[in-house]
C-alpha cells in the first residue's frame, strides 16, 4: 500500500438488472498492512479492495501474456497429440497426462 491508502472491505450487491462491490454492511475493523478484518452485517459474498483506483495495464505485460498463452496452447496441443499417437506407451499414466493435457488446453 502507499501512503494513504487502506484496503476497503466490500460486499457485492445486485440491483435491478446491475451488480457491483459496495461499502455497504461491511466495514475494515482492523488489521495491518498484510491482514485485514472485517465486519459485515450479513452473510453474502464479500472481498478486500486493494485497487482503490482504476488499475492501467501496461503494454509490455499484455504482450507477455498474449506470447505465453500462445506458446502454451501449441504445445499442449502437441502434448494431446503425441499422446493420444503413441499407443505403445499407453498406461494409465498416459492417460491421465492425456486427460490433464485435454483440461489445460480446455
Not at 2 to 11: H, K, R
Not at 28 to 33: E, F, K, L, M, Y
Not at 41 to 53: C, D, E, G, K, P
Amino acid at each position: 500500500l502507499q501512503a494513504g491508502e487502506e484496503p476497503q472491505c466490500v460486499t457485492w450487491q445486485r440491483e435491478d438488472n446491475k451488480s457491483r462491490w459496495t461499502c455497504s454492511g461491511c466495514e475494515r475493523v482492523g488489521g495491518d498492512a498484510l491482514r485485514s478484518i472485517c465486519n459485515c452485517t450479513h452473510f453474502s459474498t464479500f472481498a478486500i479492495l486493494m485497487a482503490t483506483r482504476e488499475v492501467v495495464e501496461s503494454f509490455a505485460l499484455t504482450v507477455v501474456t498474449y506470447v505465453g498463452m500462445s506458446v502454451s496452447l501449441v504445445c499442449l496441443f502437441f502434448a494431446i497429440i503425441t499422446f493420444l499417437l503413441c499407443r505403445s506407451l499407453w498406461s494409465a499414466s498416459v492417460t491421465l497426462h492425456l486427460q490433464l493435457s485435454i483440461c489445460l488446453f480446455a
